[in-house]
């Protein structure tokens, strides 16, 4: 019977042992690692020496030695897959689990959106809008969208967004030109705001939603008040469109991605005093806290920490050596104590969490390499 003591693979702090035989497979591990923690398979990554585990048994881990010590990293959320016609939920040690299937077109999914605190997926079809339970894999809730004649949809990851309880959904018909807020323990339909609208994001309490659209290039993004649909603000005009936008975690801020013909804006828009400030260069941008961003280079090069309201980067950390900037394709960045930590994804299938302690480190403290396709399934 081999020992294999869990530690933290940010902070260091031991968390748990397990005990297994030497025949015990990685899965095996996987299973009985979730089950210590009193988690679930789909939120861990286990490693050795920083590099995850995914073949062979725990013998071959121990050496010569009976005591093993294994680094956790826990991921937020579980694993998605999703092809036109089905769902699935991936989880390691365990069969993959479909949550929906259809062999019509009409059912094709155009779109999700998950709600991490009750663990619910929404599903887009161009009929319908379903709410499944990621867990059990039980569908909870279907809402029935009355679609035009003549008229179809696109594709598109942010046409959906929970508030943070999971008790409400917001959903754009693109077809109709629509966004609608479903509440999902009544089934009704308690927002509804005609326009043209591709992206669309919560505020943290939930009283009030962004929206930005792309008909006729009006590039307009809305503010509203849920509770009574009123305007509270419209986030300037411009030439493009609107490809992304988010709350502060407290709300005063709002971050938005335009596509120009030419280029392509990042602005930070305070909710306050109604004026925008141009974060131009930063890209993949994220709220770490209240008052700091943290994003990409245009190059990919460098990651910036830029503090609110000034709206320019205090802090530049080169990536040379780290990861190849051309290599580099999607960025993640995620609060951690009084600094953050930045998961990068790697056109060469690997990617990286690199720690970074405060705002002012300059040097990750720890440096983790993972393989690409479970963390991006993971942190989609």
Known sequence: ????????????DH??????????????LYVASAQVLNRDTFVLHLLRHNQEL?????????????????????????????SAQSIWLLSIGTEPQMLKEST?????????????????????TLDTVQVWDVISGELKEQLVVEMKSGRSASP???????????????????????????????????????????????????LRIVAGGACDMDGTATVWQVSNSSCLQRLGLTDGYFTGALFSPDGSWIVTATREPNYEEVLLWDQAEHRALDLYGNYNVAFVSDSVLVGMTEDRGCINVVKVPEGRAVLSVPLEGTI??????????????HGFVAILGSSENNALALTFPSLESTVPHNVISFSLEKTIEALA
């Open 156 to 206: 598109s990851p942010k046409l959906m967004d929970f508030t943070e309880d999971g008790s409400q959904l917001a959903v754009i018909d693109d077809s109709q030109h629509v966004l609608k807020i479903w509440d999902l323990q009544s089934k009704a339909c308690i927002f509804e705001a005609p326009s043209c609208f591709e992206v669309c994001a919560f505020s943290p309490d939930g």
């Open 15 to 28: 968390l748990a042992v397990v005990k297994l035989q030497a025949t015990a497979s990685i899965d095996d």
């Open 1 to 12: 019977m081999l020992h294999v003591s869990l530690c933290h693979a940010v902070t260091g």
């Open 104 to 124: 019509s077109e009409s059912s094709s999914v155009l779109s999700m959106a998950f709600a991490r605190k009750t663990n619910q997926i929404a599903i887009k």
């Open 324 to 337: 190849r900037p051309h290599s580099l394709f999607a960025a993640l960045f995620l609060p951690y104590k």
């Open 54 to 82: 995914s073949s062979g048994t725990v013998g071959q881990l121990a050496g010569a030695g009976e005591d093993i010590e294994i680094s956790v990293l826990f991921v937020p959320g579980p694993r998605f897959v999703a």
